[in-house]
């Protein structure tokens, strides 16, 4: 099986930025979709971002288009998450995914794989 770990959560101030990796291990995979999804407290998972491994495709959601961007390298098994702007309302634990075939949506439960999760806080 694949695991994934993410790394470089931590706190910051509003208008900071934080870059977040993803790195893949146990197994490699020659075509997937990698996404981040990400929990505030009390609240439910919410899509951030995706990258098609395949094609390079990206997509974000509407809350952090512009400010967010995600990229992978391949062949580190790794996808980064560079994240600008931040806002309070970032603040969430981050958690990388993966998905063996390109998912329909971005579902949590399209995604194969998970990662522990990373805490990012923004805040004065």
């Known amino acids: 099986q694949v695991q994934l770990e993410e790394s470089g959560g931590g706190l910051v101030q509003p208008g900071g930025s934080l870059r977040l990796s993803c790195t893949a291990s146990?197994?490699?995979?020659?075509?997937?979709?990698m996404a981040w999804f990400r929990r505030a407290l009390g609240k439910g998972s919410e899509f951030v971002a995706a990258i098609s491994r395949g094609s390079g495709r990206t997509d974000y959601s509407d809350s952090v288009k512009g400010r967010f961007t995600i990229s992978g390298d391949n062949a580190k098994n790794t996808v980064y998450l560079q994240m600008n702007s931040l806002k309070p309302e970032d603040t969430a634990v981050y958690y990388c995914?993966?998905?063996?075939?390109?998912?329909?949506?971005?579902?949590?439960?399209?995604?194969?794989?998970w990662g522990q999760g990373t805490q990012v806080t923004v805040s004065s």
């Open positions: 995914a993966g998905a063996s075939v390109s998912p329909a949506q971005y579902r949590t439960a399209a995604f194969n794989y």
């Open positions: 146990g197994r490699s995979f020659s075509q997937y979709t």
